[in-house]
């Protein structure tokens, strides 16, 4: 009986020790899918913020998105961090899951960001607004936390 019980344990170690680095990496690949499905939705939404708008100095022409970081549960491994930048004139998305940094560019035009938006680390949806703006001749996006009139008037986020 005893020697039974033993075999039974040794077999179930063994299972869980072969599943576990596959549960991991489908963990990671479920959160990377929905960052990568979010940031094409917001690719498309600038590029069309871009071409069908004017750059001005007052930067009327924007756009309110909600994005969503996965929070860690037992079929995401959850996002460490989202992060917003522009490199040699292109903006970038760039997030971490599972100590895997991905980047991907969102438009052609150089993406700004401000304190609260230049890293996004808490779960959950965050409401953004890009605004399109001219500086220096050139068309720039930035991007802020969006704010209610109700909290602008107060002064908060």
Known sequence: MIYRLVIAVAIMTALFGATAPALSTARADAANSAMERQMDELAAELATLVETNAATLD??????????????????????????????????????????????????IPLRTIASTDRLNEPGTHRLVFVLTRSDGRRVLTVHRFKSEAAARRGHA
């Open 59 to 108: 930067g009327d022409a924007q756009r309110v998105v909600e994005i969503r970081l996965p929070a860690q549960t037992y079929t995401s491994a959850g996002v460490d961090h989202l992060g917003f930048s522009a490199q040699a004139g292109v903006g970038l998305a760039t997030w971490q899951v599972a100590s895997q940094k991905q980047t991907e560019q969102l438009i052609d």
